[in-house]
């Protein structure tokens, strides 16, 4: 079986592992650190019970003639036909064997116990509280005593007994505290562990004069113990909260050595039951004390340093510490066992007491601390780090603090301190960084004593060396502009009344006049100024915004006016360009309607989308549609160059490819040629024929059957783009009932995947749904855009 001792080695192996592998780089360490903790203290916990389980294991073993194996698995059979726990199964098997009674002496130990010279005190406990000691016990709490008494006897030093006691042998009641005491030649009672008491409770009660009169001296006096309930009446000094106690003293030989307490929180009576549990309870945890007494009361923590020192430290402020080295088989240092702890470390950091340095501050191994420790050791000269930025973790967070650090030997041991120190050090650097932040400075002057105080910020607002330090108070108007000193001089007067005042003045500094706003309060004696303090701030920067901010007001106030210019010139246009919304021209057999959508935004300027239609005299129909690039008033002239041109030609019968010839010719030829999209279209009713020409135009739709197909013939390139540039002319024959639909961009769902294909399927359901005239239920989606929409449609047969 792997002894507790064994397994808190292990553990302690594994964590001087991971130091090992450390690099200062690895910022989870510490949190590993703390989770191999977590586990050794389930190891802790797990062994309590083992000790127990070993003794049922060999009864069976030996009653039942078979190895330890077998009879575990006939004790987990019982276990669970009897519907027990284990633990508790084992209790009853030992319990059988070993009735719980209180001896009248403990017997003799055995040779190969027996304890050291030092320790040879045959301690144990004055029980008495129960008046029968063969009373036998309630089952639940014979089990309840065997589970302490084999979790007490696993425990490898007094804070894990006293933790037993509580978590076991009091089963964790509320406000549940243990505590051992140890009792010192001038009558002082000692605590030497506890557990369930805050640490700070702890600190406090770390040692207690014989004046007071407590439970613990009156039972070390008397040697016999006290019990506390609702029903008795008292007068002592309580150590520590707890309502109801019971305290037992702890006798070697004809000498009372020490006490153990046990406390509850809530108020309670006892009954016989309960004095007859807690003596024997006593009793086991004195067997168990007896082991450990030695080391626990050792007169000094460290060699050749008073335990008297540890109390001592709470009278230094800050964080102390009293360490012992602890060496390898080799000598070195591999650690230091914390012997003692001041009140500061108490209230931040726990009862650290008797725990290892690096387990509870693993971060001094990455930061080099622990290095610095091992080597004032060696050297035997102090150690101090003053001001040094360190990362460590505060209430589980982690966070850069800064301290200062020292350290000295004494005796055999080492006496160490730290202090954070992040905000005392750095309010002059705040405020330095708060006067460079906001250019301001102060200034203070006793014209009693003629002296002056300048701040860093104040040299470096009027541009004086710190070396030469401040001037007078008459000098320092020199600092001020020529024509501003006056003002200043008022100031000064106007302090004489005894209320602050304030002026805007201006600095003369080597980058030109700078403007300070100037706050001033005097100390007045007798009506006679005695200290006069300044306060300067830079307001250039206030300055230089309020300019922004009036340009910016003066340029937004231009750009309205030209706004307002801007509609009211398209607005005009519009009426110039477009007389009719919409266009309706027929002939025998034919029908061309088209549409000018203006945009509903009065800010959009006019984009030069047009249509137009023409009837000639041979009854055919002309039509255009285009798009001229740009917008206002180059928008309206290339409406006027493209849009009169092609209807003339158009009329004197010319295809509407030479059309788109002519057209690209003339604005080639001029110096500031728009470009533009556009389509021609000439219908021919007797014929049914329509003849078309597109220059960089959308595709057209045709309309036929309720379907929209996207008459995908060749278009040439841009107006204006290309000199000399030929277009083609393609035919397409109309049946009755056809539609040929030509529009321009403003129609159409940019957004869309395929905003010309979403187009088309618009087109073709409006269609099915009411013909032509649905087709004008198709407003453009973007009302900030202009389009055009024009349809040539062809009569169904009667």
Same mark, same amino acid.
């Given at each position: 079986m792997i002894s507790v001792s064994a397994l808190k080695t292990m553990g302690r192996v594994r964590i001087m592992a991971r130091h090992a592998e450390q690099r200062p780089g690895d910022a989870d360490w510490v949190a590993r650190v703390q989770r191999l903790e977590s586990e050794l203290s389930g190891l802790r916990r797990a062994m309590r019970t083992r000790g127990l389980i070993d003794q049922a294991k060999g009864l069976l073993a030996e009653r039942l003639g078979c190895d330890p194996e077998t009879a575990f698995k006939h004790l987990s059979v019982m276990s669970q036909r009897q519907n027990i726990s284990v633990v508790d199964l084992a209790a009853d098997l030992v319990g059988a064997t070993v009735p719980d009674t209180v001896p009248a002496q403990d017997p003799p130990t055995p040779? !190969?116990?027996?304890? %050291?010279?030092?320790? =040879? /005190?045959?301690?144990?406990?004055?029980?008495?509280?129960?008046?029968?000691?063969? $009373?036998?016990?309630?089952?639940?709490? %014979?089990?309840?005593?065997?589970?302490? +008494?084999? #979790?007490?006897?696993? #425990?490898?030093?007094?804070?894990?007994?006293? !933790?037993?006691?509580?978590?076991?042998?009091?089963?964790?009641?509320?406000?549940?505290?243990?505590?051992?005491?140890? =009792?010192? +030649?001038?009558?002082?009672?000692?605590?030497?562990? %506890?557990?369930?008491?805050?640490?700070?409770?702890?600190?406090?009660?770390?040692?207690?004069?014989? %004046?007071?009169? +407590?439970m613990v001296g009156t039972a070390l006096r008397t040697g016999r113990p006290l019990l506390l309930d609702v029903r008795d009446p008292h007068d002592f000094v309580l150590i520590g909260p707890g309502a109801m106690r019971v305290v037992y003293p702890l006798t070697a030989g004809e000498h009372t050595v020490g006490a153990l307490a046990l406390l509850w929180g809530e108020p309670r009576e006892f009954t016989d039951t309960d004095r007859a549990y807690l003596d024997r309870l006593a009793v086991a945890a004195g067997r168990a004390l007896r082991r450990l007494w030695d080391d626990a009361t050792a007169d000094t923590g460290v060699a050749g340093i008073p335990v008297w020192l540890a109390t001592a430290l709470d009278v230094a402020g800050g964080h102390s510490h009293l360490l012992a080295p602890v060496h390898d088989e080799h000598g070195a240092i591999t650690d230091f066992t914390i012997t003692a702890a001041n009140r500061g470390v108490r209230q931040t950091d726990g009862d650290t007491v008797g725990r290892r340095l690096l387990d509870v501050y693993p971060g001094l191994r990455v930061n080099g601390v622990f290095d610095d420790y091992v080597?004032?050791?060696?050297?035997?000269?102090?150690?101090?780090?003053?001001?040094? #930025?360190?990362?460590?973790? /505060?209430?589980?967070?982690?966070?850069?603090?800064?301290?200062?650090?020292?350290? #000295?030997?004494?005796?055999?041991?080492?006496?160490?301190?730290?202090?954070?120190?992040?905000?005392? /050090?750095?309010?002059?650097?705040?405020?330095?960084?708060?006067?460079?932040?906001? $250019?301001?400075?102060? =200034?203070?002057?006793?014209?009693r004593a003629g002296d002056a105080v300048w701040s860093p910020g104040l040299y470096g607002l009027v541009g004086r060396d710190p070396a030469h330090g401040p001037t007078t108070l008459d000098k320092f108007a020199g600092f001020f502009a020529a024509a501003d000193r006056g003002l200043f001089r008022e100031l000064r007067a106007g302090l004489a009344k005894g209320r602050p005042d304030l002026a805007d003045l201006r600095l003369n500094t080597p980058n030109g006049p700078t403007p300070v706003r100037v706050f001033a309060e005097a100390d007045l004696v007798d009506g006679e100024v005695r200290l006069l303090r300044l306060v300067l701030h830079d307001v250039s920067e206030k300055y230089a915004a309020e300019d922004r901010s009036m340009r910016s007001e003066t340029v937004a106030a231009s750009r309205q006016i030209q706004l307002a210019a801007e509609q009211s010139l398209t607005a005009n246009l519009t009426r110039l360009l477009y007389p009719g919304r919409d266009l309706e021209l027929a002939t025998s057999g034919a029908r061309v309607t088209g549409r000018h959508y203006a945009a509903t935004s009065p800010r959009t300027q006019l984009r030069g989308d047009f249509c137009d239609a023409e009837r000639l005299d041979d009854g055919s129909l002309l039509f255009v549609i285009g798009d001229a690039f740009g917008t206002g008033l180059v928008a309206a002239a290339a409406v006027v160059r493209l849009r009169f041109p092609v209807v003339t030609l158009g009329a004197a019968g010319t295809a509407p490819a030479e059309i788109l010839r002519i057209v690209n010719g003339m604005i080639m030829q001029a110096p500031d040629g728009p470009l533009a999209s556009l389509l021609i279209g000439h219908y021919q009713p007797a014929g049914g024929i329509l003849h078309w020409a597109s220059a960089g135009h959308l595709q057209p739709l045709l309309v036929r059957d309720g379907a929209a197909h996207v008459v995908d013939d060749p278009a040439g390139p841009l107006l204006g783009l290309l000199e000399g540039q030929r277009f083609d002319t393609h035919t397409l024959h109309l049946r009755p009932g056809d539609t040929f639909v030509s529009f321009t961009d403003g129609v159409l769902h940019k957004r869309k995947r395929d905003p010309l294909a979403d187009f088309g399927k618009r087109v073709a359901a409006a269609h099915r749904a009411g013909g032509t005239q649905e087709l004008w239920q198709l407003t453009p989606p973007e009302r900030d855009d202009e389009a055009c929409l024009l349809i040539l449609d062809v009569p169904p047969a009667p």
């Open positions: 040779p !190969e116990l027996a304890l %050291s010279q030092a320790a =040879a /005190v045959e301690l144990r406990t004055a029980a008495g509280l129960d008046h029968d000691p063969a $009373r036998p016990l309630p089952q639940p709490r %014979s089990r309840l005593l065997r589970r302490c +008494t084999a #979790a007490m006897d696993a #425990a490898t030093d007094l804070s894990a007994l006293v !933790e037993v006691l509580v978590e076991v042998g009091l089963e964790d009641p509320p406000g549940g505290v243990a505590a051992v005491f140890a =009792a010192e +030649t001038d009558g002082t009672v000692r605590l030497i562990a %506890s557990h369930g008491w805050p640490a700070r409770v702890a600190g406090e009660w770390r040692r207690s004069p014989s %004046s007071l009169n +407590t080597r004032v050791l060696a050297q035997d000269a102090p150690f101090a780090r003053v001001g040094v #930025a360190e990362d460590v973790f /505060v209430n589980g967070k982690p966070r850069r603090v800064i301290l200062n650090r020292r350290a #000295a030997r004494l005796g055999d041991g080492l006496l160490a301190s730290w202090e954070r120190i992040d905000d005392a /050090v750095s309010n002059d650097e705040r405020i330095g960084r708060l006067e460079t932040l906001s $250019r301001s400075g102060w =200034a203070e002057w006793d014209l």
